[in-house]
């Protein structure tokens, strides 16, 4: 039973253009999320993350947006940036006791075709 | 900040072979994770320590598995005997234990069992 779904293994998007990456849940009792970008032969690195209590969280080019109603998150690049081209991953965490324990989507892996 | 380092990069070995992992995390992080990371499944969380001490080895496979941690800055996965189904891409992940401290990883080992 997969509790974070990204439905989109991958996706192209032109330089210059908006890249959206999205990412459904399950679990009610999430309320805090994280975006992770991962390089080939790296490790994923954590890009941007939101708490429930928001809907909206914005660090340069990234912006992640939170439905709560829909279980849905989204993660914006604008403008994106070949640079940008790699996997990423949305993960899932419920605060609390075992607040360590995330649950990982599955990617989507992003090209920027220059 | 050397980030967190994990060797060997790559470990080819026979089904029945002992492989050990190695990691080194983060000078002053206080929470250590092993996931494993396979087309099907996904990155998984195999094993938590906090402070050293293992605090959830739930997701750890089978017997075949075993993880320690002799001090804060060494930590190692055991595999004994491997098997082919083994093979995966292996990371470590450290991070401060604060409730939405995020995970930073190595570059992972990438195990190939023959």
């Known amino acids: 039973d997969q509790q974070v779904k990204q439905n989109s293994p991958s996706l192209s998007v032109q330089e210059g253009r908006i890249s959206i990456l999205n990412c459904d849940y399950t679990n009610s009792m999430f309320d805090y999320f994280l975006w992770y970008k991962k390089y080939p032969a790296e490790g994923p690195t954590f890009l941007i993350s939101?708490?429930?209590?928001?809907d909206k969280n914005e660090d340069g080019r990234f912006t992640v947006f939170l439905n709560k109603s829909a279980k849905h998150l989204s993660l914006h690049i604008v403008p994106s940036q070949p640079g940008d081209s790699a996997v990423y991953f949305c993960a899932a965490r419920v605060s609390g006791a075992g607040s360590y324990q995330l649950t990982f989507g599955k990617g989507t892996k992003l090209s920027v075709i220059p | 900040d050397a980030g967190v380092i994990q060797s060997p990069r790559h470990e080819v070995t026979e089904m029945g072979q002992e492989v050990t992992l190695r990691c080194k995390p983060i000078s002053g992080h206080n929470s250590l994770f092993w996931y494993r990371q396979t087309m099907m499944r996904g990155l998984e969380l195999l094993i938590y320590f906090n402070n050293n001490v293992p605090i959830d080895d739930s997701g750890m496979p089978e017997d075949r598995f075993s993880a320690k941690m002799p001090n804060a800055s060494f930590s190692t996965l055991k595999i004994q005997p491997s098997e082919p189904r083994d093979s995966a891409v292996y990371f470590c992940a450290s991070s401060l234990s604060g409730i939405n401290s995020p995970l930073h990883f190595g570059n992972g080992t990438r195990l190939t069992v023959t």
């Open positions: 939101i708490s429930s209590i928001k």
